[in-house]
């Protein structure tokens, strides 16, 4: 499928697979279409950014190839690695036929053929429906040196291996960075990628994609539900639950056969969209009849 020609097509491909987005978030998803240009999310984690390159790559009919970072990741983890095991049986099997030509030998044993693909080299390879949308998930996990490897695999969209040479893609993947901002990532990096913070949804929107996520939840369930957890976002607690945590949550209350929310009915389900034992206790008891009457007195028509 070719990328949308507007800000309306993008919305209405998204709206497509599931995924409900606001015009702004829109609007820099078309731009990094048209631009070729990395785009960058931070925000909290739960409120969608992965999901929205599941989302292209879904209603593109792309390929995803997902770079999940961690403490440690180094340029080698995520570009390639030789299969090791492998290459240990053709060297016994060389020795053992007495064919062990150790030129040749050192040439097959660093050829494509044992070569294992990561994410970043995959991500450079020519694909029949178009380029992958390749996304590096939690930058924020990674370190410096990494980020600046990433900077230059970025800027030229090539990679380089030592025994094979350097491999450019014939075209530039459709990259999304996420952050949950755990820490600062470089401002040089961010330079080279369209920037889009992904906040908290408000409550029509929010409803609107727990339709579209839930959709046989019941109309008054539905807006219960999304009214509790926006309230809850406004407590001192440690970590506000996101939208992935609202829809998990309205997919346990539908397993319960639950029409309506109840204090009892919140306390047994907690753990569906708080995940520190800490917030969990302070919504016990009368803290969960409290908000949930505060959630049920804001959709009571003014």
């Avoid at 909290?44 to 599941?54: F, L, P, S």
């Avoid at 090791?84 to 016994?92: C, N, S, Y």
Wanted: glycine share 4%; aromatic share 6%.
């Amino acid at each position: 499928m070719q990328t949308p020609d507007s800000i309306d097509a993008v919305q209405s491909m998204l709206a497509d697979t599931g995924y409900v987005c606001g015009r702004a978030l829109a609007t820099v998803v078309f731009l990094s279409l048209k631009l070729g240009r990395p785009l960058f999310l931070e925000g909290e984690a739960g409120v969608g950014k992965t999901e929205i390159a599941k989302a292209l790559a879904a209603s593109l009919g792309r390929k995803l190839i997902r770079l999940q970072c961690y403490e440690g990741l180094d340029a080698s983890s995520a570009v390639y690695e030789w299969n090791f095991p492998a290459q240990m049986i053709a060297i016994r099997t060389a020795e053992a036929s007495g064919n062990a030509d150790r030129e040749m030998l050192q040439r097959e044993l660093f050829s494509p053929d044992f070569l294992v693909e990561r994410p970043l080299l995959e991500a450079m390879r020519p694909d029949e429906n178009g380029p992958p949308v390749l996304l590096i998930d939690e930058l924020d996990r990674t370190d410096e040196p990494f980020e600046a490897f990433l900077l230059e695999a970025l800027s030229d969209f090539q990679v380089t291996i030592p025994e094979l040479g350097t491999i450019k893609a014939p075209e530039p993947p459709i990259v999304i960075l996420t952050s949950n901002r755990t820490r600062e990532v470089h401002d040089a990096l961010k330079r080279r990628c369209l920037y889009h913070w992904v906040d908290y949804p408000d409550f029509e929107r929010e409803l609107e994609i727990l339709h579209a996520r839930a959709p046989e939840a019941a109309e008054t369930l539905s807006r219960e539900i999304v009214a509790f957890v926006q309230r809850l976002r406004t407590e001192d607690i440690f970590k506000k639950p996101g939208v992935a945590e609202t829809i998990d949550w309205a997919k346990c209350l539908l397993a319960l056969d639950v029409i309506d929310l109840s204090p009892e009915v919140i306390s047994d389900t907690l753990g569906a969209i708080l995940k520190y034992q800490d917030d969990i206790q302070k919504l016990q008891g009368s803290e969960a009849k409290r908000l949930l009457d505060e959630a049920k007195a804001s959709l009571e028509p003014a």
